[in-house]
């Protein structure tokens, strides 16, 4: 298999070597495909676990949010 997309081979390779040394008990990946649908793959993943998971991008898009606005505004909080 070759990848053409030269950055995500390499995020791919940094994620799943993260993932191999620190051992991971749990992994969800989630892709938007280039036809606009929602891949979602588990390993060790049941309903709470995903849960969980999930909690963390919502986490994350909140924060990530709140920086954009913040910049956008020029506001200190």
């Known amino acids: 298999m070759e990848f053409e997309d030269q950055e995500l081979a390499a995020w791919l ?3 799943v ?7 991971a008990d749990g992994v969800a990946f989630v892709a938007q495909l280039q036809n606009g649908t929602i891949c979602t793959s588990y390993f060790r993943a049941g309903p709470c676990r995903k849960v969980e998971l999930a909690s ?7 924060l990530e949010a ?5 910049e956008e505004n020029g506001e200190d909080g």
Do not use: G
């Open 13 to 15: 390779e940094d994620t």
């Open 17 to 23: 070597r993260k993932i191999v040394e620190e051992k």
């Open 56 to 62: 963390h991008i919502q986490i994350d898009a909140v």
């Open 66 to 70: 709140m920086r954009y606005k913040k």
